[in-house]
Nanobody
Framework: QVQLVESGGGLVQAGGSLRLSCAASGRTFSSSTMGWFRQVAEKEREFVAAIGWSGRSTYYANSVKGRFTISRENAKNTVYLQMNSLKPEDTAVYYC????????????????????WGQGTQVTVSS
């Protein structure tokens, strides 16, 4: 079983930056595909970014490409989401997600392809 805990959310002005962290427990973290999703109330959870076990493979939603960077430190069981040039439409609850089993390509981008979820962290971008 893997437990995920996000941190780093908050309130930021448009154009600003935030870095989200996701601390994972469990021995299988270093071999797991990890992802970030976001959700606005009453809307479906939206894919943001994914990263393979080694960190060499990444994939981004078009809406965040060039502004967000996903990375991981397997020695620390942590995955990050660096968010730059934030826009008001980035406002959402951001969730860290982990997929059971070995990494696969292409990197999964549907919520139902992930098995473990954090509790979420709120990101609010003011205009």
């Amino acid at each position: 079983q893997v437990q995920l805990v996000e941190s780093g959310g908050g309130l930021v002005q448009a154009g600003g930056s935030l870095r989200l962290s996701c601390a994972a427990s469990g021995r299988t973290f270093s071999s797991s595909t990890m992802g970030w999703f976001r959700q606005v109330a009453e809307k479906e959870r939206e894919f943001v970014a994914a990263i393979g076990w080694s960190g060499r493979s990444t994939y981004y939603a078009n809406s965040v490409k060039g502004r967000f960077t996903i990375s991981r430190e397997n020695a620390k069981n942590t995955v990050y989401l660096q968010m730059n040039s934030l826009k008001p439409e980035d406002t959402a609850v951001y969730y860290c997600a982990g997929r059971a089993g070995p990494s696969v390509l292409p990197l999964p981008r549907r919520a139902d392809e992930y098995h473990y979820w954090g509790q979420g962290t709120q990101v609010t971008v003011s205009s």
